[in-house]
């Protein structure tokens, strides 16, 4: 079953190939754009006119033009990363509806599927930050990676939950109130992981955080209110996503 | 004999359609057709019983299990043919099976590949290059695998060349000889229904209109010849359908005891008379 699924990916990401050469693409372009940016940013700044902005010296890792890059190109990955996430939405395959299965199987299933796409698209953004910039965290202190890590996780919890909302809503009233759940995680949830991530980009860019280290609590307090934002909305829809009319049924 | 297939209540709304209070019963030993115009509710109410979609209330119970809380028994009798393809597109028919074969206690892999060789399934091409009608005859290969006791099959001959729709027809006669198993079928094809069928359950906008045997069905009404005004002078009550052309008039009767014209010196309709002026007159009453 697992391998099923894992050659239903492979299958997928054969079939858009194309497509993710493209967004690779345009991955490389914006961070030169933005590398020339943060380069004549230091012109301006620091009169410093050949810049190698992978080998600069320690004293310039937490200066502006370096986090403005380093924002920019966290945001360039997620956004690459939400389209990967779009072009596969989490889907049980059909034939796992007829076969003798109950519904807390598929919703075992679904939960395990959401788990493992989570952890690899995270791995993802990880990567391709990694790899264009030399470092991903701003901060190699454990509360600054576990800000940052724990924002970029639930954004792409996020997006996933976002590919996860199918099919039509049920005009039963009881699941009226509970698309609620829907519209946080469409619009209002990932709104404030977007503000988020420049406050917490901007943060590093303003030096805020070693003027105020008080303000890491705030961080802190602000993760929990996601944990808890993913918590309400996560059950409903993992739910919805097992279930065949809110998934492949046409209407 | 306790019911294979007993559908109680039934109520599903799926957008502006509902399926409302559905019940019917199958026992062991029948194959039960299901008819109605397009929209009628037939699809749904195979998807409902197949727990795809959720029902709203009512219950569906397959040889004594609950669809709701023991789904997984149930559907471990239940093979099904369905208009849409639920093996995964990118494998054999023989790589689909053993993925999903493993699913049901009683699959037998020899049995599965003896129905392919049956019903001339290639074995080695990707589902997707199967034809419709391959692929029709893919899904009744592997229900037959699982030793399934009950057959929900939804508009089965569509996509079937003549020569295969008379061996699915021919199957599904040998399936219930046996008296263990049954088949419920929606169809169009009133040929077929009138092959094999012993009972007929008919919806009209959701609701079951009759769910009656066969040969019940056919002593209920007679069709009357006539002119316009013969027809039209017949008690509105009595008349179950009418059609009138440019030639002749007719009119489908019921043949109820309490009827005062007799209908019964008239001859009885061919099932398919029957089921077109019923459908005629449900869509001329609105009802």
């Known amino acids: 079953m697992w391998k099923l699924i894992l050659r239903r990916d492979l299958a997928n990401l054969q079939k858009n190939a194309g497509k993710y050469i493209a967004s690779i693409t345009l991955y490389v372009a914006l961070l030169y754009i933005f590398a020339t940016i943060a ?24 200066s502006p033009p370096v986090m403005f890059w380093k924002m920019s190109m966290i945001l360039v990955s997620i ?6 996430i779009m072009e596969n939405p989490i889907r049980l395959p059909k034939m796992i509806y007829l076969v003798p299965t109950d519904r807390n199987k598929r919703s075992r299933y679904i939960r395990c599927m959401f788990l493992a796409k989570l952890l690899f698209m995270t791995a993802i953004i990880y990567l391709f930050v990694r790899i264009g910039l030399g470092r991903f965290f701003y901060q190699y202190r454990i509360v600054p990676v576990l800000v940052q890590l724990g924002i970029c996780l639930f954004t792409v919890w996020n997006l996933i939950l976002k590919t996860g909302v199918y099919g039509v809503s049920s005009n039963n009233s009881l699941e009226e109130s509970r698309c609620r759940q829907e519209a946080f995680v469409n619009f209002y949830w990932i709104v404030y992981l977007l503000l988020q991530q420049l406050a917490l980009g901007g943060g590093f860019m303003l030096g805020l955080y070693q003027k105020y280290p008080a303000l890491w609590l705030i961080w802190l307090a602000i993760l929990v209110s996601d944990a808890v934002i993913a918590r309400y909305c996560t059950p409903y829809i993992l739910g919805k996503a097992a279930a065949y009319e809110q998934t492949y049924a046409k209407i | 004999m306790a019911a294979l297939l007993e559908v109680t209540e039934l109520t599903k709304r799926l957008g502006n359609f509902t399926l409302e209070n559905i019940s019917f019963s199958l026992a062991p030993g029948y194959i039960m057709g299901v008819i109605g115009v397009n929209g009628s509710g037939k699809t749904s109410l195979l ?38 393809d639920f093996f995964d597109e990118t494998l054999t028919p023989e790589k689909n099976a053993a993925i999903f074969g493993p699913f049901y206690p009683r699959f037998d892999m020899d049995i599965f590949r003896e129905a392919c060789k049956r019903f001339e399934i290639p074995l080695d ?14 899904q009744f290969a592997f229900a037959l695998s699982h030793r399934a006791k009950l057959y929900l099959m939804d508009e089965p001959a569509g996509g079937l060349d003549p020569r295969f729709r008379r ?36 919806l009209h906008e959701g609701k079951v209109q009759f769910c009656l045997d066969k040969e019940a069905l056919c002593q209920n009404y007679r069709l009357i010849r006539g002119t316009k005004e013969e027809i039209e002078s017949l008690p509105k009550e009595q008349v179950a359908g009418k059609e009138h052309s440019m030639y002749h008039s007719e009119a489908l009767i019921r043949t109820s005891p309490g009827n005062p014209s007799g209908g019964q010196n008239y001859p009885a309709p061919k099932l398919s008379e029957i089921l077109y002026y019923l459908e005629r007159g449900y869509s001329q009453c609105g009802n």
């Open chain 2, 167 to 202: 061996s699915l027809i021919g199957c599904m006669q040998e399936l219930v000889e046996s008296g263990e198993r049954s088949v419920i079928f929606s169809t169009h094809l009133t040929e077929d229904l009138d092959k094999v069928a012993d009972y007929i359950l008919m």
């Open chain 1, 39 to 62: 380069a004549m940013s230091f012109l301006v700044t620091k009169g410093i006119g050949e810049v190698d902005l992978l080998n600069l010296p320690p004293r310039y890792h937490d």
């Open chain 2, 47 to 84: 998807r409902t019983i197949l727990n795809l979609y959720q029902q709203d209330s009512g219950s569906i119970r397959i040889a004594g299990f609950d669809m709701n809380t023991s789904e997984k028994q149930a559907k471990e009798i239940i093979g099904t043919v369905l208009d849409e």
């Open chain 2, 125 to 138: 091409q990707k589902v997707k290059k199967l034809s419709r009608g391959i692929r029709t005859r893919l």
């Open chain 1, 79 to 84: 956004g690459i990363t939400a389209y990967f």
